[in-house]
């Protein structure tokens, strides 16, 4: 292993988050023509694969708070493109006709982005990659949750 040049080049912390920053740049270029942020395309298309789930659901599958995934419903169903249903004391989200209609323009910008990664990292290092950040994050929240 090579030395460092300055003591963030050895932080995970910082490492991660300036990955994170350059995704997000790839992903927005991708997501741009359909006026989404990657974060609510993100939303849109494990709404698609299971129409009716649960906020709850949709928290623990991001890995965002119940309140952030409030607001992401809240800005798109002004938009049109997701419906809350209450059952009860449950709410069921699932596409509207308005979000159905973009599912195949949404799944397309999303494909791209992974190829453009991909193509950009090679496929064994972002498989690598992926499942490293994975395995960290698990672990990290595991032992947190347990220190709380």
Request: with cysteine; aromatic share 8%.
């Amino acid at each position: 292993m090579e030395p460092y040049d300055n003591f963030l080049e050895g932080c995970l912390f910082f490492n991660t988050n300036a990955l994170s920053r350059t995704l997000l740049k790839l992903a927005e270029k991708e997501f741009k023509p359909l006026k989404l942020s990657p974060a609510h395309a993100s939303l849109m298309l494990l709404v698609y694969d299971t129409p009716g789930i649960s906020p709850k659901h949709l928290s623990r599958l991001l890995n965002l708070t119940p309140s952030t995934i409030t607001r992401f419903v809240d800005v798109l169903e002004k938009k049109k493109l997701l419906k809350r249903e209450a059952h009860g004391k449950s709410t069921h989200i699932s596409p509207s006709e308005k979000g159905l209609r973009i599912k195949a323009e949404v799944a397309l910008a999303y494909k791209q982005f992974v190829l453009n990664y991909t193509r950009l990292l090679g496929a064994q290092a972002t498989r690598q990659l992926s499942f490293s950040i994975l395995t960290a994050n698990k672990e990290i929240s595991e032992s947190s949750d347990q220190n709380d």
